[in-house]
């Protein structure tokens, strides 16, 4: 039976990838029969990095990494790495994180200088409810915002500010995520403020793990169908059982079918935090889009209107001016700024992540990757990247809404905050600023947003005879949304939920449920 079945994963993300990998490997379903369709002309979702040095490069963001991700790791330490064959993605990573060990020394700044980090600054009422946050059943929290959790203090400490701008919460976004995060990465709350433990690819992500990905599945035979948009999936519900039956597709404007056979499967990436996005240049600001432009959300919605059991993307998506924000790619043909970043922070490329100008009414950050961050950058070219949580807001130099500005505007706010306004202008004005590209992200927060038991779908909804939900937008116990682990958690549970594999998915690590790091986490908190 298993040499007949088919397998059709809807969206390239890190998800789907992961799912084709484990079909071959463990659930032993041939390549030639696992079909990839994907919306767009390339594949990899939110891991994405393009361009060249003569137009510039685009990275709309990046996940970060830490050694716990037990799922992803195991994952990729099957695959060989872009450069060597001989090695794999996790050996590379590994390597090149003893190399370029990631300790943040200018990691929060106001009025261009450093701000002392010897104490995360929380109140002691603040860290009452820190504590009573980790011990309150999840169930108690359905659609309660951090605000409703915490007072306004909290909302000035030094954590919140590198909470916040660290994995981009709001302070309107789910109290039940933020418990999630405190609990599962509890291991690093003592060095938070200097980015401990947090892990990087040699390149960005989409040439240090998604190429990887797909050569390696290229090579099995897996069918990779790009601009292939599925619009519609029908299902036969019954009391007893659940099963999808036929996909519907537009490619290059034609309306296709494809119908599931009895052995067939389909497994889907509901939602995305990257569709609908749009790119500005040096002079022009990107458009905000919405759902109407969005393939996955559009998708999602019509499967969820089937069934109670297939989530509720409205909670997701319905409200954009509370889960948008906006990044930007700089591409220079100059080391002015990145010299004088390691000098003023002490970091190396590659060794300080996140810098935050917390004076900054866009609230802006900025990283410096280790260069090159692309296969294809020659030595000259440096780039880095940035991006802004209160894009709505009025500029503190440039009198406008960060949504509203170029890429040459955004550099001047950002150069402004970091008081080297006359060091930068003769390369600002110049050709050696090769371009600075802001991205609009409409959904790009939209996982973290107020939910209750029941909004995201389960993997594998209950009843399910052969279909299955992919991504951030499914319900997976204790693991945080916005990672790339939860992704290939998922990816473990549908695969061997639905297929006789004799393996479970890797137990999710929780840092909270270490005594050791409880108490030192405690200790940092409490400082």
Partial sequence: MLEKTKVYLVGSGIASLASAVYLIKDAKIEPQNIIILEQDAITGGALDGSGNPKDGYVIRGGRMHEKMYRCYWDLLSNIPSYDDPNITVTEESMEFNERFVSHAQARLLKDGKKVDLSSYGIPKLEQVKIMELLFIPEMFLDNKKIEDWFGEEFFETNFWMIFT?????????????????????????????????????????????????????????????????????????????????????????????????????????????????????????????????????????????????????????????????????????DDTFHDYMEDFSGNTDGTGGLVTMTDSNWLMSIVIARQPHFPNQPKNIKIFWGYGLYPDKIGNHVKKKMSECSGKEILQELFYHLKIESLMEPIINSDKL??????????????????????????????????????QFTEIEDDCVFTVEYSTRSAQEAVYGLFDCGKEPIPVYVGAHNPIAMMKATQAITE
């Fill in 165 to 333: 701008t660290m994995f981009a919460f709001q302070k309107w976004s789910s109290v039940a995520e933020m418990r999630r995060y405190m609990k599962r990465f509890m291991h690093l709350m003592p060095g938070l403020k200097y980015i401990g433990g947090i892990l990087r690819t040699k390149y960005n992500q989409y040439h240090s793990v998604v190429v990887p990905l797909q050569r390696y599945l290229e090579d099995k035979g897996v069918q990779f169908q790009l601009e292939k948009q599925v619009v519609d999936i029908d299902f036969d519900i019954n009391e007893d059982s659940k099963r999808a039956t036929t996909i519907y597709i537009k490619e290059s404007g034609e309306d296709k079918t494809i119908e599931l056979g009895e052995s067939d499967y389909i497994f889907v990436t509901n939602g995305s935090i990257v569709d609908s996005t749009d790119n500005g240049d040096l002079h022009n600001a990107p458009i905000l889009k919405g759902v109407e432009s969005s393939g996955a959300w559009q998708l999602w919605k019509k499967i969820a209107k089937k069934d109670d059991s297939f989530g509720n993307p409205s909670v997701f998506c319905d409200n954009i001016d509370l889960q948008k924000w906006y990044s930007f790619t700089v591409t220079l043909n």
């Fill in 434 to 471: 090769i371009n600075c590209v802001p991205t609009a992200m409409p959904f790009i927060d939209s996982l973290f947003m107020p939910r209750a038991r029941g909004d995201r779908p389960l993997v594998i909804p209950e009843g399910s005879k052969n279909f299955a939900f992919l991504g």
